[in-house]
C-alpha cells in the first residue's frame, strides 16, 4: 500500500504559480511513478506530468514548459511546479503512483484526495 497526501493548492491569478507537494509513505517511494492528474467539473481526469523511478518525464502538452515535476526519494515526495497559470488549468489536482510505468493512466492505482487549484483572470 500507497499512502499520498497533497499540499499547495490555492487561489492564484494568471500569470503567477503555484508548487504541490505530494508525500508519499508505505511501499519504497523510489520504486514508484509518481503522476500528477486533474480533474475539472463536467471534464475528464488527465494526465498533466508524470516521472519515472528513473527520473524520466512526460507532460501534457498544454503543460510543456510552464509545468515541472520533480521528486525527491530521501523525502519521499514529489513535486509539480507550476508557472504562467492560466485559467483553463483550475482543477482538482490529484498525485498518484504506479509501479507498473509511467506513462499510461491506467497503471495509477494508488492516489492522493487532491488538492484545488482556481487560477483567477
Known amino acids: 500500500q500507497v499512502q499520498l497526501v497533497e499540499s499547495g493548492g490555492g487561489l492564484v491569478q494568471a500569470g503567477g504559480s503555484l508548487r504541490l507537494s505530494c508525500a508519499a509513505s508505505g511501499r519504497t517511494f523510489s520504486n514508484s511513478a509518481m503522476g500528477w492528474f486533474r480533474q475539472s467539473p463536467g471534464k475528464e481526469r488527465e494526465l498533466v506530468a508524470a516521472?519515472?523511478?528513473?527520473?524520466?518525464?512526460n507532460y501534457l502538452d498544454s503543460a510543456k514548459g510552464r509545468f515541472t515535476i520533480s521528486r525527491d526519494n530521501a523525502k519521499n515526495t514529489a513535486y509539480l511546479q507550476m508557472n504562467s497559470l492560466k485559467p483553463e488549468d483550475t482543477a482538482v489536482y490529484y498525485c498518484?503512483?504506479?509501479?507498473?510505468?509511467?506513462?499510461?493512466?491506467?497503471?495509477?492505482?494508488?492516489w492522493g484526495q487532491g488538492t484545488q487549484v482556481t487560477v483567477s483572470s
Open positions: 498518484a503512483a504506479s509501479f507498473v510505468g509511467f506513462t499510461s493512466a491506467g497503471g495509477y492505482a494508488y
Open positions: 516521472i519515472s523511478a528513473g527520473g524520466s518525464t
